[in-house]
């Protein structure tokens, strides 16, 4: 599985040139999905008896298609906020409240109130929340998110644990929490950790989830323990592949060690990162001052990645690929701003020219539901190919 992961790491697109052609000739920027790609995933993570539920964090991407391509693949849904739960009930037909895992963070009122009313499983992380609105929590089964002290993560500002997170209960503050949740009859049916996104030490689960029991043996009434998502994704040339033999090794052995819980995790971009690309016309070629620029006729609006936090995407040229004869470009947008650049220095061919259709890749996760019309610039399109 791996290999052949390995072997299709940049070439679902790559086979599939004319068909994106086609789909840019309708109109860019444009995002393509690849279903397969995300079931490939998908199975890499359920391809273990040591996990017992996977969430889909569908904030990564919340297009229905991909949504239901992994609920039929076994998965839940991890949603942070009231929009996300009712959009997965709408799009998801037959989906079990059961299904879903509600993991907010410092939602209002209403949207607590709101998710115990559709039956999903709900996550708390601070004791404020229950002393100011005891009735909300009343009587209720909670998931407990803690702050292990420390966050993970490809950039800091995806990091969710350690002082600087507005995110999770510090665990100085369990006992205060437990105290509040004694005297409102709340119960800790699961304790919940996601420490950061794009974490490459596989290791790194295997020990949340081992603090995590620790903390469970104590409690007494945990059932379930979540060790987040954050798993890696590839993008530069130069990135190792996830070692996810070892990252299920590791999981098996500590579900081995403490067997009475059930192992949760919630990864968003490893899914569907990959499925992923942005497909954009050059519209401009210009050489100022000895740089040379490519632009799009979209840039940070379409994908703030790259300016939000200096992320690589590798970017093509489709309508000439293979072409060897090269130059090095920044690829920009049309955005007023400066930091609208896709990418600095990168080799693509010395021709490239207005009209053709610029792959930008691995862009499933994190791309068009984070996309904006700012200068009043449309939204991407997208498709999906079965
Ligand atoms: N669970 C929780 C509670 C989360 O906050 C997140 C992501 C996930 C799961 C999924 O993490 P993943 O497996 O996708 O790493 N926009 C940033 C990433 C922000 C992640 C926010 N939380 C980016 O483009 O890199």
Same mark, same amino acid.
């Given at each position: 599985?791996? !290999?052949?992961?390995?072997?299709?790491?940049?070439?679902?697109?790559?086979?599939?040139?004319?068909?994106?052609?086609?789909?840019?000739?309708?109109?860019?920027?444009?995002?393509?999905?690849?279903?397969?790609?995300?079931?490939?995933?998908?199975?890499?993570? *359920?391809?273990?008896?040591?996990?017992?539920?996977?969430? %889909?964090?569908?904030?990564?991407?919340?297009?229905?298609?991909?949504?239901? $391509?992994? !609920?039929? +693949?076994?998965?839940?849904?991890?949603?942070?906020?009231?929009?996300?739960?009712?959009?997965?009930?709408?799009?998801?037909?037959?989906?079990?409240?059961?299904?879903?895992? %509600?993991?907010?963070?410092?939602?209002?009122?209403?949207?607590?109130?709101?998710?115990?009313?559709?039956?999903?499983?709900?996550?708390?992380?601070?004791?404020?929340?229950?002393?100011?609105?005891? +009735? !909300?929590?009343?009587?209720?089964?909670?998931?407990?998110?803690?702050?292990?002290?420390?966050?993970?993560?490809?950039?800091?500002?995806?990091? *969710?644990?350690?002082?600087?997170?507005? %995110?999770?209960?510090?665990?100085?503050?369990?006992?205060?929490?437990?105290?509040?949740?004694?005297?409102?009859?709340?119960?800790?049916?699961?304790?919940?950790?996601?420490?950061?996104?794009?974490?490459?030490?596989?290791?790194?689960?295997?020990?949340?989830?081992?603090?995590?029991?620790?903390?469970?043996?104590?409690?007494?009434?945990?059932?379930?323990?979540?060790?987040?998502?954050?798993?890696?994704?590839?993008? $530069?040339? +130069?990135?190792?592949?996830?070692? &996810?033999?070892?990252?299920?090794?590791?999981?098996?052995?500590?579900?081995?060690?403490?067997?009475?819980?059930?192992?949760? !995790? +919630?990864?968003?971009?490893?899914?569907?990162?990959?499925?992923?690309?942005?497909?954009?016309?050059?519209?401009? &070629?210009?050489?100022?001052?000895?740089?040379?620029?490519?632009?799009?006729?979209?840039?940070?609006?379409?994908?703030?990645?790259?300016?939000?936090?200096?992320?690589?995407?590798?970017?093509?040229?489709?309508?000439?690929?293979?072409?060897?004869?090269?130059?090095?470009?920044? &690829?920009?947008?049309?955005?007023?701003?400066?930091?609208?650049?896709?990418? %600095?220095?990168?080799?693509?061919?010395?021709? *490239?020219?207005?009209?053709?259709?610029?792959?930008?890749?691995?862009?499933?996760?994190?791309?068009? &539901?984070?996309?904006? *019309?700012?200068?009043?610039?449309?939204?991407?399109?997208?498709?999906?190919?079965?």
């Amino acid at each position: 599985l791996e !290999v052949g992961r390995a072997q299709r790491r940049a070439s679902w697109w790559v086979g599939r040139r004319g068909q994106l052609l086609a789909r840019a000739a309708e109109g860019t920027p444009r995002y393509v999905y690849d279903l397969e790609t995300v079931r490939e995933h998908a199975r890499v993570l *359920t391809g273990t008896d040591a996990i017992d539920r996977c969430y %889909f964090a569908i904030k990564a991407n919340p297009h229905p298609a991909i949504l239901r $391509t992994l !609920v039929t +693949e076994g998965f839940g849904l991890e949603c942070v906020s009231l929009g996300e739960i009712e959009h997965v009930f709408a799009n998801v037909p037959g989906l079990s409240p059961q299904r879903v895992l %509600f993991t907010p963070s410092f939602a209002p009122r209403h949207e607590y109130e709101a998710a115990f009313g559709h039956g999903v499983t709900v996550t708390v992380d601070n004791v404020e929340a229950l002393q100011r609105w005891p +009735e !909300v929590f009343r009587g209720r089964t909670v998931w407990l998110r803690l702050d292990l002290g420390r966050g993970e993560g490809h950039h800091a500002k995806v990091k *969710t644990g350690g002082v600087a997170a507005k %995110f999770g209960l510090p665990l100085a503050r369990v006992d205060a929490f437990l105290d509040a949740a004694r005297a409102i009859d709340l119960r800790i049916g699961g304790l919940h950790a996601h420490l950061g996104s794009g974490i490459d030490d596989a290791r790194h689960w295997h020990d949340v989830y081992a603090q995590l029991a620790c903390l469970a043996d104590r409690i007494g009434t945990v059932e379930s323990i979540d060790i987040g998502g954050g798993l890696p994704v590839p993008y $530069t040339p +130069e990135s190792p592949l996830f070692d &996810v033999a070892l990252w299920r090794s590791g999981l098996e052995a500590i579900k081995a060690d403490y067997p009475r819980y059930r192992l949760v !995790v +919630e990864p968003g971009r490893y899914l569907v990162a990959e499925a992923g690309v942005l497909l954009l016309s050059v519209t401009q &070629v210009v050489d100022k001052d000895g740089v040379r620029r490519i632009g799009a006729d979209a840039g940070m609006n379409a994908l703030m990645r790259p300016s939000v936090y200096d992320a690589y995407h590798g970017i093509h040229n489709l309508s000439r690929l293979g072409d060897e004869d090269t130059l090095e470009y920044d &690829v920009v947008g049309p955005i007023c701003e400066s930091g609208d650049v896709l990418g %600095f220095g990168r080799p693509l061919p010395a021709a *490239t020219a207005e009209g053709d259709v610029l792959l930008v890749a691995d862009t499933g996760a994190y791309g068009m &539901v984070m996309a904006n *019309t700012y200068n009043l610039r449309a939204l991407p399109a997208e498709d999906v190919i079965e």
